[in-house]
């Protein structure tokens, strides 16, 4: 159960908008609507930011948004703000009610 | 509130076993299913398996599968992680997270729990 393939870093500058993709199979991504998205800042548990693509969690800002074509998911944050520096994973639900995160980006905020 | 508390920080040598707990409260324990995640230093999550604290079924990674048990005691509201044959590579801090229940997202973690396997 390979992991879900995600940019290693991603950087903008506050107010602008920036996409990491996660790229998977028709096992996974490809296959279901269970994509998930978590924030992690340095040293703490992830926060859940969107789940079965496109919805967010109440609490979570609109400026954070997800999509799917195919194999690959998209998450989206506009007017980037400085508190939006951190990593962030996919995740999917996968074939045997199993699951698989993807590898991790890192979003700098410049 | 939703919490999910582990518990504390464990050193264990090459070939021992550990087990890590996760107390739920602030919810009804057995309406949610508990997924176990990690994360090596510096490295990514692995999603490691889920337990669902109605029946007791598990479904574990087919990495893990054999070395990994899940286990909940729904009187105590708590759930548990047991991971034998402990190798250098299990060093990573634990997390235990709650199945959204509609769907199947993560959606309250614990604070997390750092196993160190060191001879």
């Known amino acids: 159960q390979s992991a879900l393939t995600q940019p290693a870093s991603v950087s903008g500058s506050p107010g602008q908008s920036i996409t990491i993709s996660c790229t998977g199979t028709?096992?996974?991504?490809?296959?279901?609507?269970?994509v998930s998205w978590y924030q992690q800042h340095p040293g703490k548990a992830p926060k859940l930011m969107i789940y079965?693509?496109?919805k967010r969690p109440s609490g979570v800002s609109n400026r954070f948004s997800g999509s799917k074509s195919g194999n690959t998911a998209s998450l989206t944050i506009s007017g980037l703000q400085a508190e939006d520096e951190a990593d962030y994973y996919c995740?999917?639900?996968?074939?045997?009610?199993?699951?698989?995160f993807g590898t991790g980006t890192k979003v700098t905020v410049l | 509130q939703v919490q999910l508390v582990q518990s504390g920080a464990e050193v264990k040598k090459p070939g021992a076993s550990v087990k890590v707990s996760c107390k739920a409260s602030?919810?009804?324990?057995?309406?949610?299913?508990i997924h176990w995640v990690r994360q090596a230093p510096g490295q990514r999550l692995e999603w490691m398996g889920w337990i669902s604290t109605a029946n007791g079924n598990t479904r574990y990674s087919q990495k893990l599968q054999g070395r990994v048990t899940i286990t909940r005691d729904t009187s105590a509201s708590t759930a548990y992680m047991e991971l034998s044959s402990l190798k250098s590579e299990d060093t990573a801090v634990y997390y235990c997270?709650?199945?959204?229940?509609?769907?199947?997202?993560?959606?309250?973690w614990g604070q997390g729990t750092l196993v160190t396997v060191s001879s």
């Open positions: 602030g919810y009804t324990f057995n309406r949610y299913s």
């Open positions: 079965d693509v496109s």
């Open positions: 997270a709650r199945d959204g229940g509609s769907s199947w997202e993560f959606d309250y």
């Open positions: 028709s096992s996974d991504v490809g296959g279901y609507n269970y």
């Open positions: 995740s999917s639900y996968s074939s045997s009610s199993t699951f698989v």
